[in-house]
Nanobody, 115 residues
Framework: QVQLVESGGGLVQPGGSLRLSCATS????????MGWYRQAPGKQRELVAR???????NYVDSVKGRFTISRDNAKNTVYLQMNAMKPGDTAVYYC?????????WGQGTQVTVSS
């Protein structure tokens, strides 16, 4: 089992930046893949960024060039650096871990982009 604890959400103006953090209860290199998803009101949850154990990443097209997923192995923490934010980025963001073919989720953190 994997516990995930997210932090770093909040209110930011358009063009601003936020960094989300996700601390895991297991060694991060033992987890097949870590990802960030988001769900806006009335919309389906979507994958934002994903980081595999081998270091490969993928991003949804709408955040490419603006968001970066990374990890700190020593802290067992994954980050999502979000720059040049837009109102369309407003959503609840969830951390995800794929461990032994099972998906685990954090509690979610609200991100609001508004002036």
């Amino acid at each position: 089992q994997v516990q995930l604890v997210e932090s770093g959400g909040g209110l930011v103006q358009p063009g601003g930046s936020l960094r989300l953090s996700c601390a895991t209860s297991r060694g991060i290199l033992s987890i097949s893949a870590m990802g960030w998803y988001r769900q806006a009101p009335g919309k389906q949850r979507e994958l934002v960024a994903r980081l595999s154990t081998d270091g490969s990443t993928n991003y949804v097209d709408s955040v490419k060039g603006r968001f970066t997923i990374s990890r700190d192995n020593a802290k067992n923490t994954v980050y999502l650096q979000m720059n040049a934010m837009k109102p369309g980025d407003t959503a609840v963001y969830y951390c995800n871990a794929l461990y032994h073919s099972m998906n685990y989720w954090g509690q979610g953190t609200q991100v609001t982009v508004s002036s």
